[in-house]
């Protein structure tokens, strides 16, 4: 079945430091991807998505590239905030299969003056 | 639109008690999803409805578990009986039809089982 990997958290950044969290996928067909972010008490919120290969999704500063060739969807951000404390969910979304999101496991991403 | 909305915002109840969580979906929307959210499993699909219609419910971790979607602007998720290991966050999100359209959160509710 479908699946995301993404890398293991807690990241922890200095301020204005370049970000980058890793995020694989498993999936038949052609799925869309997603970055969702978490913030302290809320729920998910979308960051950005990309529908087919090489489309770069992109957001708030952060960008991330669907690479067909690796089945990856890393998200990246050139300098981080503290405002950019929080937890991000890659997913995927597999209308082959199913309607529904699969989601990783979520990395936490701490950020510091 | 007020985006998808859930209650309660927190809820906190004895094992063995019966829990509701209701959630209202953005109007418009097609799908509506059930998700629960805990330190140890993270975020975990229960349960999702396409037109009112329960698809795939692989994800209800017990018969104690059951959702409902009465009509387009409700739905609620049940605990019968709540036990202390279904302590989680318990999200609902809905979304559009189509291929390349996201999904859109609630707020959540916090269960507490004590």
Known sequence: GD???QMEGPVTLSEEAFLTINCTY???GYPSLFWYVQYPGEGLQLLLKATKADDKGSNKGFEATYRKETTSFHLEKGSVQVSDSAVYFCAL???GTASKLTFGTGTRLQVTL | DAGVIQSPRHEVTEMGQEVTLRCKPISGHDYLFWYRQTMMRGLELLIYFNNNVPIDD???????????????????????????????VYFCASRMGGRNTEAFFGQGTRLTVV
Do not use: C, H, Y
Not at chain 2, 58 to 87: C, H, V, W, Y
């Open chain 1, 26 to 28: 498993t999936a038949t």
């Open chain 1, 3 to 5: 699946s995301v990997t």
């Open chain 2, 58 to 88: 692989s994800g209800m971790p017990e018969d104690r578990f059951s959702a409902k979607m009465p009509n387009a602007s409700f739905s609620t998720l049940k605990i019968q009986p709540s036990e202390p290991r279904d302590s989680a």
């Open chain 1, 93 to 95: 979304m597999n209308i």
